[in-house]
T-cell receptor, first 114, second 114 residues
Framework: KAGVTQTPRYLIKTRGQQVTLSCSPI?????VSWYQQTPGQGLQFLFE???????NKGNFPGRFSGRQFSNSRSEMNVSTLELGDSALYLC?????????????FGPGTRLTVL | GDSVTQMEGPVTLSEEAFLTINCTYT??????LFWYVQYPGEGLQLLLK?????DKGSNKGFEATYRKETTSFHLEKGSVQVSDSAVYFC?????????????FGKGTLLTVNP
């Protein structure tokens, strides 16, 4: 079974631009979560989607948004990029949105904002 | 809110040494606890988990026991190998449904020298 895939793997953008990252979960998984990883803040939860609905959101500004499609694939968008948005963005999928379930992570998209 | 505190790194050991990485948590209910590992340039992989008090998670020689009385989930391995060099994250998940997310510690970088 294929793992979680994320595209692109690397991105370089300039301040003020916007970016869209894509995530394809493991087949059959309905929950998709996004996390931001930075050296200073560590791993922080962005949002979680289940059946095309955003059900939980972390403490990030409205410039960060996302969506999930009917096939469970998900995208996240960051508008008006800031230097501080440079990070590794990780997507994770889970069969069910239950606390005991394992989340399977993709390799991440490395975003650099210049 | 929920939080996870794990020992600051980096940790440097010689091959075959004993490893302990401390992890304590704060949660309002009864979380599930996880250890994830991240190898250079990769996403996170689940190493082990425990879903209730006194459960012991184990995998690849690593072990951790869910201690409710001390709110701890320390990671141990009796004899580390060079291939264990990675960043280790302790995490908890308390809710399902609209509260579904992972809360991570800051991570501990482990380097094992031959």
């Amino acid at each position: 079974k294929a793992g979680v895939t994320q595209t692109p793997r690397y991105l370089i953008k300039t301040r003020g631009q916007q970016v869209t990252l894509s995530c394809s979960p493991i087949s059959g998984h309905r929950s998709v979560s996004w996390y931001q990883q930075t050296p200073g803040q560590g791993l922080q939860f962005l949002f979680e989607y289940f059946s095309e609905t955003q059900r939980n959101k972390g403490n990030f500004p409205g410039r960060f948004s996302g969506r999930q499609f009917s096939n469970s694939r998900s995208e996240m968008n960051v508008s008006t990029l800031e230097l501080g948005d440079s990070a590794l963005y990780l997507c994770a999928s889970s069969l069910w949105a239950s606390g005991s379930n394992e989340q399977f992570f993709g390799p991440g998209t490395r975003l650099t904002v210049l | 809110g929920d939080s996870v505190t794990q020992m600051e790194g980096p940790v440097t050991l010689s091959e075959e040494a004993f490893l302990t990485i401390n992890c304590t948590y704060t949660a309002t209910g009864y979380p599930s606890l996880f250890w994830y590992v991240q190898y250079p340039g990769e996403g996170l992989q689940l190493l082990l988990k425990a879903t209730k008090a006194d459960d012991k998670g184990s995998n690849k020689g690593f072990e951790a026991t869910y201690r409710k009385e001390t709110t701890s989930f320390h990671l141990e391995k009796g004899s580390v190998q060079v291939s264990d060099s990675a960043v280790y994250f302790c995490a908890l998940s308390e809710g399902g449904g609209s509260n579904y997310k992972l809360t991570f510690g800051k991570g501990t970088l482990l380097t094992v020298n031959p």
